[in-house]
């Protein structure tokens, strides 16, 4: 069956950085747009990045811009979410998701999800 396990979560100080991975199994990764939401305690899952299957396209929510990078590595079937200048609003569970259309891939129509990684900014 299809694994999405996500990983380098923690706790971080604000201005701090930190490095997400996603290595997926059961799949062929190359045929995913790969990417990353998002959800705080009381709010809705929130899209926060992907990357095309062949890593030519980005997109970015707003308000990581500038900050985050997604990178992936199709031979190790991993996806990547370097976070840079944390924020305290950046404190969240992390979900890696693989989806097999662009356009609906920010509405969260995505084909799997991983289990999720706490990401923890303090001040």
């Known amino acids: 069956q299809v694994q999405l396990v996500e990983s380098g979560g923690g706790l971080v100080q604000a201005g701090g950085s930190l490095r997400l991975s996603c290595t997926a199994s059961?799949?062929?990764?190359?045929?995913?747009?790969m990417g990353w939401f998002r959800q705080a305690p009381g709010n809705e899952r929130e899209f926060v990045a992907v990357m095309s299957w062949s890593g030519g396209s980005t997109d970015y929510t707003d308000s990581v811009k500038g900050r985050f990078t997604i990178s992936r590595d199709n031979a190790k079937n991993t996806v990547y979410l370097q976070m840079n200048s944390l924020k305290l609003q950046d404190t969240s569970i992390y979900y890696c998701?693989?989806?097999?259309?662009?356009?609906?891939?920010?509405?969260?129509?995505?084909?799997?999800w991983g289990q999720g990684t706490q990401v923890t900014v303090s001040s």
């Open positions: 998701a693989a989806g097999s259309s662009w356009p609906t891939f920010r509405a969260a129509r995505v084909n799997f």
């Open positions: 059961g799949l062929t990764f190359s045929n995913y747009h």
